[in-house]
């Protein structure tokens, strides 16, 4: 294991290099900081470890969970509020969503689409109306899970999976005009310059960073603030081990750089961490063959209504029933799957009866007939009295069956496993411990003195849910509060 | 919230008072690293909040988990090996258990067992042969889950809930002879003493602890060591909050002091934390009831052998399963459960048929009987191919029914929530990160000189499982190791 340790500013001669604004990171959450850090006058250089910026972020699918009104989804038609978009985030990223960082976000919404489109982003104003992990349009808008029980009981629903125009993946488009943004505010970027350790002065404020370049040690020395902006730890094992065991054995949603390095550096000078275990963990299971039959576990037990946001129904099988999982179609659903072949789905077994298909799956005679029975009678009259899947999708299942492991197909998010290992990935959603303007806190619950961090190096408005565009979101949203905040630091 | 932040050695103008080895907190694991650095010749001293000695460890069952071949397994008939019991509880603790440790922890059990017993305690050399939270027995021996499907597929089932011979409280008895060995042994004690902070010198080694007494301040210097055993943080709002939300809500097993401060004090001189998140929670439910009948969710399906270690049942229902959850039995098997008055269980709901049971229930039309039907088609021929409960509790269940709410009863850990609350009720078992001598380890995975930790104030040999007689087990097992080694310590 690498040294963590802080280096005592006393001990560093002289710096190599100085600026008001650190920003360490070059993913989203550090463009964002970087871009408001410039724009208020602050002097800023990012550290990269890579080649050059975009980190995990310009490999994501680019969805940015916005809403409270937008222009894209008033164009749609949809009359969305901030309360209802809390409403929805706080039971779909629950228990235990961070209210008061998820309050900020909702209601700023509205704002930090528009600075997006003043980055140079475009939406296009149309509206993607099928379940989906990534909708093959260039559609502006669609849902993430609002129009599914039990969620729209408790909040009006409406889609809020806001993606940028563009025929490449939205992740690096985003990274692209984000990138630009912060260079033209007049940030520098120090490219392949890893930050090793934190520079603390004598009172306990963060002043600098020691970084590896080329072989080469450098001193960075910030005058205003230091933020991490350097990503989760979904590519240490060690930091899975101990803190987010639930993802060793899976792939990682990363671009292979999210060592946890930045939340070791400020544990290591007492910097509190929060929800270190919370991981996203998603199935590849194509959503759209999902809600046209059914999830089952091991046993041929249903457990969750199939028209969820899939990152909800991918959760609720890993981490809370027993496996395998069997999504079950019938010819008609399967037959009924837009775009099958361009996802690659295949059923792992086909049979002509219940009792042969559970006898396929190892499951105990009767388990899958029982349930499937039970959602046919139900399904006559439109009702699923266990899961409430919404009634367009319910519809008797008629031989022959098939049965296709929901953990092959195409994973858009998924850069490692696909078609391998365990067929899930995740990520990681613990961090340091940050106020809403991404000021570190210690143990005692008081801030670390130029301290900051923002993104997934951070703990954000998650509770134990995830639902999609929501870390773009709050790295973005909360970055560039990050960088407004250390840029005002005296 | 309080400061945990450490002191410089070089601001003490001098010690209040002097020792090698300073413990703080006198539970089983402060006791047992007490007794046997005062046994190795050094000068021990143990800090503790309260008013006496004891802590969460007086107020437990008093169950310890030991096997390998002890003399009360002997006497009662069973022939085990540290193989067995470490391949058992590696399931039963798992996913994740941290295996070095409990190599260990197995390898070294009859040892440990004898030394409990060269303490002053004495097991009764009989079995007590039922499910059960705590036998109303004084037998020496029970089962703990390892008799249940599936462990008992993977190891050779012994029982090894040890329980020593008394007519009080277990975890009382054997606190009592512990705190009488560690001071026999040589071991000081200041009560009504709080640590506040570590004391840290110029080299980063840690080398007392600034305290807190009848609103003083007092200071201690440690030339060996200092060993937090301050437990866990169960009683800590915020901290839960932080790290481990699943237990906000819900009852405390404790002596209302394991407020975390022991982890924070360490956490805030960059001490490494693990599995913070992982905690035990217990629902009151009877086991001698479940194993009559069954357990169900809120959807009338079951989804666990009622007849695993219970605290199984309940973290596989409230962590894993939509609730409310319900005991469903049948007349035969009500008035067949043992001592039933004495543990005050009442049904919630009685009905004729289980049609009129489910609508008392909310339950889905038919669910709970699909449910009944299908346990009784298999029940008949002894067999449970869905959850494999043992067949001597596999019988046809038959009109009249009653359902009971399994949060209702007696559960011996729970002071606070008995009959209250959640009726559900645990503790944390994440804490500081440490080696198999207990010495505290920072982020960069270095020891910390001068810091140890052991029972629930460290990550002990748990992953996401309890097994009751675990901590009483580990924090003693590896509070002994942490007391030798701070007594060696230069």
Not at 24 to 39: D, L, M, T
Not at 71 to 98: I, N, R, S
Not at 152 to 181: C, N, Q, Y
Not at 297 to 315: H, K, T
Request: aromatic residues 8%; contains cysteine; hydrophobic residues 40%.
């Amino acid at each position: 294991m690498r040294s963590v340790e802080p280096v005592a500013a006393s001990t560093v001669a002289a710096f190599d290099h100085e600026c008001d604004v650190l920003v360490v990171g070059f993913g989203c959450a550090g463009a964002a900081a970087a871009f408001e850090a410039a724009s208020a006058g602050a002097r800023v250089l990012v550290l990269e470890r890579a080649g050059g910026p975009g980190g995990s972020s310009a490999m994501s699918g680019g969805e940015l969970y916005l809403g409270g009104g937008t222009a894209v989804q008033k164009a749609c038609g949809f009359d969305d509020t901030p309360d209802d978009m809390f409403t929805y985030l706080k039971a779909a990223l629950g228990p235990h969503a961070d209210e008061e960082k998820l309050r900020l976000y909702c209601d700023g919404s509205v704002e930090h689409f528009e600075w997006f489109r003043d980055r140079g982003l475009t939406f296009n104003e149309s509206m993607y109306d099928a379940p989906s992990w990534m909708p093959p349009t260039q559609d502006g808008l669609m849902w993430l899970g609002e129009n599914a029980w039990p969620y729209d009981t408790v909040a009006r629903p409406a889609p809020r999976g806001h993606r940028p125009a563009t025929e490449s993946f939205g992740g690096w488009m985003i990274m692209d005009k984000l990138v630009a943004a912060a260079k033209a505010a007049g940030a520098a970027c120090h490219t392949d310059t890893r930050a090793a350790n934190l520079v603390v002065d004598d009172a306990g404020r963060v002043v600098g960073v020691v970084a590896r370049q080329y072989g080469e040690t450098v001193t960075y020395r910030a005058h205003r603030g230091v933020i991490l902006t350097t990503g989760g730890f979904v590519d240490n094992e060690e930091m899975l081990a101990q803190h987010a065991p639930a993802l060793l054995g899976h792939g990682k949603v990363s671009d292979g750089l999210d060592d946890g390095d930045g939340i070791q550096m400020a544990a290591a000078i007492g910097a509190a961490t929060r929800r270190m275990a919370v991981v996203q963990i998603a199935m590849s299971a194509l959503p759209a063959m999902l809600v046209r039959g059914m999830l089952v576990n091991a046993l041929g037990q249903r457990f969750i209504n199939e028209d969820v946001y899939p990152g909800l129904f991918s959760v609720a099988a890993l981490q809370h029933q027993p496996g395998p999982y069997w999504a079950i179609v019938d010819e008609e659903g399967y037959e009924d799957i837009p775009a099958r072949d361009l996802w690659g789905v295949r059923p792992t077994f086909v049979a002509e009866t219940l009792a042969e298909l559970e006898q396929e799956l190892g499951m105990p005679a009767g388990a899958l007939e029982t349930t499937v029975v039970t959602y046919n009678r139900h399904a006559e009259r439109g009702e699923d009295p266990y899961f409430h899947k919404a009634a367009k999708w319910l519809r008797p299942l008629r031989a022959p069956f098939a049965a296709v492991d929901p953990r092959l197909g195409f994973n858009p998010g998924d850069r490692e496993s696909a078609g391998a290992g365990s067929g899930a990935s995740g990520f990681t959603l613990g961090g340091l411990h940050t106020t809403v303007d991404g000021v570190v806190l210690n143990n005692s619950g008081q801030p670390i003195p130029g301290l900051y961090a923002a993104g997934r190096a951070a703990s954000g408005i998650h509770g134990e849910g995830y639902i999609s565009g929501t870390s773009l979101g709050d790295g973005t949203f909360f970055g560039r509060r990050a960088g407004l905040a250390a840029a005002a630091d005296a």
